[in-house]
Every structure is written in structure tokens, then in C-alpha cells.
């Protein structure tokens, strides 16, 4: 797989298709009548994606599964507790 984004796979009862879509790439999605042709079908709309983003210099979204945490997270809550 050429990208590392997470990608949706939800089946589509109305239509009976396969909906992959990429939640970090806003409004990305294809569909397939398969699992496989879904998939194959949204690495091509990736693909579209980046190079549309690339052309208007807009951000591209760093995949989060690349991104770096640093494991800890903070908690405001009242004194009281």
C-alpha cells in the first residue's frame, strides 16, 4: 500500500456497494462493488487528493498513524474531586 492513512470500509446496504473513505483527507472517498475494488478505487482517489492539494499548495495531512505522541494527556478538573 502506497499511503499510510487510515481508510473506512462501511458497507453500503441501500446502494450494495462497498464505501471507502480516508478521514484525514476532508471529503476523500470512492466506492467498489467489492471490498478489493473499493480499496483499489480509494488509493486512486488519494492519489487525486495530493496531487489537487499539491497544485493549490494546500496542507497535506500528515497520516496519523505517522505522527509522533507523546503518551501522556492532561485532565482539568475541579479542586473538589
Not at 441501500?14 to 480499496?39: N, R, W
Not at 488519494?46 to 496542507?59: L, N, S
Amino acid at each position: 500500500m502506497k499511503y499510510k492513512y487510515k481508510i473506512d470500509l462501511i458497507w453500503d446496504p441501500d446502494d450494495k456497494i462497498y464505501v471507502a473513505q480516508v478521514p484525514e483527507l476532508d471529503s476523500c472517498m470512492s466506492h467498489g462493488k467489492t471490498e478489493f475494488e473499493a480499496l483499489r478505487n480509494i488509493q486512486k482517489a488519494i492519489d487525486g487528493w495530493i496531487k489537487t492539494a499539491k497544485e493549490f499548495k494546500m496542507k497535506i495531512p500528515e497520516p496519523v498513524s505517522q505522527k509522533k505522541f507523546s503518551g501522556s494527556f492532561n485532565v482539568r478538573v475541579p479542586k473538589e474531586v
